[in-house]
């Protein structure tokens, strides 16, 4: 069996181990510009957000504020936009409704990132399966020299060259893997950086939230005095007796 399985790698070589590796490559490479395309397009001015929706939601205008929002790409605004179309149920509706909407985004982001990590931690050993198959390969070749004289002329030359080429897989397996995993580790700070703006937005919205917020969007007016002391029936009995 281990004989059989020798002379199958012996045969086939390690090229085929550096075409699997090219096209991971590609397939990195195409993964990178998508992601990056995606983290482009939904970037905004997280300060400059927070601080429209906090003087927004100081008076209650609920439908500028969500107007502000719709006009934002990024993914925050998606999450707040969530939570304030639930304004009117209160503050556990719109926090469920956020958490919600943050695993939507979060699984939009983190599409295809699996497949930067996965690659960034196999491709070298893909490249050392090259090399092993290609070192096999020379040990296989020297064995087979039939006198002392043609194993000492194929030692320096064609066992070297093997071994040497065999080396490259390996090469161009950390090639393939550290651009791979710099990257990957690079959109997941974007990634983490872009959840906590959308929790920091969360919280804007929820310090303006209570138990009776006003179902619509004008400002609020300050409360009425209450009048309880001129109507109360008791009281007004006791002024008419006096």
């Known amino acids: 069996m281990i004989e059989q399985v020798k002379i199958a790698l012996v045969h086939t070589g390690a090229s085929w181990v550096l075409w699997i590796l090219a096209g991971l490559s590609v397939l990195s490479v195409t993964v990178m510009l998508d992601r990056l395309l995606v983290f482009r397009a939904q970037r905004d001015n997280m300060a400059a957000l927070a601080g429209e929706l906090h003087r927004l939601l100081a008076i209650w205008d609920v439908e500028a504020a969500r107007t502000r929002l719709s006009k934002s790409p990024s993914a925050a605004a998606a999450v707040v936009l969530a939570g304030l179309a639930r304004w009117q149920n209160g503050t556990d509706a719109a926090k469920e409704a956020m958490l919600a909407a943050t695993g939507l985004q979060r699984a939009r982001l983190e599409r295809r990132l699996m497949f930067l990590g996965t690659v960034g931690n196999n491709a070298p050993f893909i490249g050392l399966l090259g090399t092993v198959i290609g070192v096999v390969g020379a040990f296989e070749a020297l064995g087979t020299a039939t006198t002392k004289v043609a194993a000492s002329q194929l030692a320096p030359e064609r066992v070297m060259s093997t071994i040497s080429e065999a080396l490259v897989?390996?090469?161009?397996?950390?090639?393939?893997?550290?651009?791979?995993?710099?990257?990957?580790?690079?959109?997941?700070?974007?990634?983490?950086?872009?959840?906590?703006?959308?929790?920091?937005?969360g919280h804007v919205l929820l310090s303006h939230m209570g138990s009776a917020a006003p179902t619509c969007s004008e400002p609020r007016n300050p409360p009425k005095e209450r009048e309880d002391t001129l109507t109360h029936p008791d009281l007004v009995q006791e002024s008419q007796t006096n």
């Open 169 to 201: 897989a390996t090469a161009v397996g950390l090639v393939v893997a550290i651009p791979a995993v710099a990257v990957f580790n690079y959109f997941q700070g974007l990634l983490t950086s872009t959840l906590n703006d959308a929790d920091t937005l």
